[in-house]
C-alpha cells in the first residue's frame, strides 16, 4: 500500500548549509494498518510524512503507493494519486471564514461535483464524525477535538485510501485525545482506511498503532509491532 525505498531528503543547496532530514528511509506498510512513527523533534517525522503525498520531494529514492510510483507520475496523474490521500493536521487548518458544512464540502467544491452530490456526501461524514448538527457553526464555535472531526471528515470526503496524520492529537487533552482516536479506529475499521500517524505522544501510538517505526537523526532504529517496540527485553 505504502512502500517507501531508500529515500533520502537534504535541505538548502549551500554545502554547508545542507540539512540530511532523511538518510535511507525503508519503510512497508499494509492496506488497514494504522501505523505510527515516534521520535524527538527534528527526527525527520514531518519530512517523512509529506514525502509520502510529494508535498516534499525526496532528492533520491522511491514512493510507491498501490503499487504506483508517485515520482514518475506525469503532474495530471499526480493529482489524480493525491486525491486518495487525505491529511489531517494538529492546528486543523479550517477556514474560518467558512461553516463546518463549507469546510468538508471544499474538497469537493474544487473538484466540481454536483451541488446534491455534495451536500449528501458531507452531511454523511459530518454525522460520521459525530458533529451532524453542527454544519451551520464555524470553525471558531467548536472545541479542539471538534475541530478535528471536522479535519477527519474534510480529509475523507475524496474518498482517500489513505490518511496521514501530522501530531493530530497533540494539541489535545486526553479525553478529546481518546474520542478523536475512536473516530480513526473507525475510519480503518468501517472506510479501510491506511493510517500513517506521527506523533511524540507514545500513549496516542500504544492505543492505537499496530506497527510503529522510531526515529532519530533521519533514520528509523527500530520497527516493528507495538508491544515488540515498547516491551524491554
Ligand atoms: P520532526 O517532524 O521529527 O520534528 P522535521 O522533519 O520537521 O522533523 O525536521 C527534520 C530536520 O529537517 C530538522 O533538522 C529540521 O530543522 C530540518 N527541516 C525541516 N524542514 C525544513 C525546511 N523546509 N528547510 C530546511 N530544513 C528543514
Ligand atoms: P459561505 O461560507 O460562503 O457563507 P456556506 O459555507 O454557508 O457559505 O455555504 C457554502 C455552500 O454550501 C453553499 O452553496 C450552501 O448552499 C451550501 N450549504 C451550506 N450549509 C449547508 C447545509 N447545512 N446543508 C446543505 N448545504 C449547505
Known amino acids: 500500500m505504502i ?30 494498518e494504522i501505523f505510527g512513527v515516534v521520535g524527538f523533534s527534528g527526527a525527520g517525522k514531518s519530512t517523512l510524512i509529506r514525502c509520502v503525498n510529494l508535498l516534499e520531494r525526496p532528492t533520491s529514492g522511491k514512493v510507491f503507493i498501490n503499487g504506483i510510483d508517485l515520482l514518475d507520475l506525469a503532474p495530471k496523474d499526480l493529482r489524480k494519486s493525491r486525491k486518495k490521500i487525505g491529511m489531517i493536521f494538529q492546528q486543523y487548518n479550517l477556514l474560518s471564514s467558512k461553516t463546518i458544512f463549507h469546510n468538508v464540502a471544499m474538497p469537493l467544491i474544487l473538484e466540481g461535483k454536483p451541488k446534491e452530490e455534495i451536500k449528501e ?21 467548536l472545541s479542539g477535538g471538534q475541530k478535528q472531526r471536522v479535519g477527519i471528515a474534510r480529509a475523507l470526503a475524496t474518498d482517500p485510501d489513505i490518511l496521514l496524520c501530522d501530531e493530530a492529537t497533540s494539541a489535545l487533552d ?38 510503529v517505526a522510531v526515529m532519530e537523526n533521519g533514520e528509523i532504529v527500530e520497527q516493528g509491532s507495538v508491544v515488540d517496540v515498547f516491551t524491554e527485553p
Open 3 to 32: 512502500l517507501l525505498k531508500d529515500v533520502y531528503k537534504e535541505y538548502g543547496k549551500k554545502k554547508e548549509k545542507k540539512v540530511h532530514a532523511l538518510k535511507g528511509i525503508n519503510l512497508s506498510i499494509d492496506k488497514g
Open 121 to 141: 456526501k458531507v452531511e454523511e461524514l459530518l454525522d460520521f464524525v459525530g458533529l451532524g448538527d453542527k454544519t451551520n457553526q464555524y470553525p471558531e464555535q
Open 174 to 211: 486526553p479525553n478529546t485525545t481518546e474520542a478523536v482516536l475512536e473516530v480513526l479506529k473507525r475510519v480503518r475499521d468501517e472506510f479501510k482506511v491506511t493510517i500513517l500517524m506521527i506523533t511524540h505522544e507514545m500513549n496516542v501510538i500504544k492505543d492505537i498503532c499496530d506497527r
